[in-house]
């Protein structure tokens, strides 16, 4: 498989996340609530990467590769959840800026696990990143005053649970393939949705009384394919990398919306993504320059 590939699974895994937010806000004007949605993300994820298993294997999945994989699942509920805490505090807008403080602290946990300093295009490009975000996301003429403190905690914990979610998708586990690591994560990831969200819905009707669409749609979304293209791309490009690169969930949300949802989309956003999506390609284009110096 060509290198070019693995940024490339990145950027769709990270793309599948930009549209959760506004299936989510679907959901809601359908009378669902957050914690609904997001628990039957999980559950559904779950029962789709069973599928996927069983169509693909003949026999039973043989556990492998321990620690790494519970904590992979862990963070992958963790984030969804503090996140959606986040936004009880917070507008959506700035619940965004807050996550997507993942840029810099995932490629301060590469810096530290490689014991290495940012390279300076790294810095440049992270620069570009957060600076898009305050555009994107509409919050340059936001009034902050009112946010409570709480809100600014549980939006830097979503931030720091997505960047360890992105670090512990850069290890591989060897001799274990993509479809049983799936399995093993979203088992984890369900467990630990049921201590953080609504697992009545199973019980109670909700479930498949509708909320099964939007459940099919996240968990698609939002465990089937980010966990299989991270699986495959992160450990190939680095978490430092995939954190530059998972940047393009951003503009991917603000899209959605605009299309899902009518939102407004000003020139300012459009300045933001524009300035994002340079922010993302510089450390590729650095590269490609050294490589071809050194022919």
Not at 163 to 168: H, Q, V
Request: charged residues 10%; aromatic residues 12%; glycine residues 10%.
């Amino acid at each position: 498989m060509k290198f070019w590939m693995y940024p490339l699974f990145v950027i769709i895994g990270a793309s599948s996340y930009g549209i959760l937010s506004t299936i989510i806000k679907l959901a809601i004007r359908d009378g669902y609530t957050a914690a609904q949605a997001v628990t039957s993300q999980y559950y559904i994820g779950f029962v789709l990467a069973v599928i996927i298993f069983v169509v693909t294997h003949r026999k039973l999945p043989k556990f492998g590769g321990g620690f790494t994989l519970v904590i992979a699942g862990l963070f992958t509920a963790l984030t969804g959840t503090v996140y959606g805490k986040a936004i009880s505090y917070m507008p959506a807008s700035l619940a965004v800026v807050m996550l997507f403080q993942f840029t810099w602290i995932g490629m301060l946990f590469d810096c530290i696990a490689r014991r290495r300093l940012p390279k300076r295009i790294e810095v440049i490009a992270l620069v570009f990143l957060f600076g898009g975000t305050l555009l994107a996301a509409g919050v340059i003429d936001a009034d902050l005053s009112g946010i409570p403190w709480q809100g600014w905690a549980w939006g830097m914990a979503a931030a720091v649970s997505f960047s360890a979610f992105l670090m512990s998708n850069s290890r591989p586990v060897e001799g274990m393939d993509m479809q049983t690591r799936l399995l093993f994560m979203s088992f984890f990831a369900a467990i630990a949705i049921t201590f953080f969200q609504e697992p009545k819905i199973l019980f109670d009707g909700t479930l498949v009384d509708g909320l099964w669409i939007y459940g099919l749609i996240l968990g698609v979304f939002g465990i089937i394919l980010p966990i299989l293209l991270f699986s495959i791309g992160i450990p190939k490009v680095g978490a430092g990398a995939a954190s530059i690169l998972s940047a393009i969930e951003l503009p991917v949300a603000v899209t959605a919306s605009v299309l899902l949802l009518q939102e407004h989309l000003t020139i300012l956003q459009l300045v933001g993504i524009a300035i994002i999506l340079v922010g993302m390609t510089l450390p590729s284009f650095a590269n490609r320059k050294i490589a071809l110096k050194k022919l």
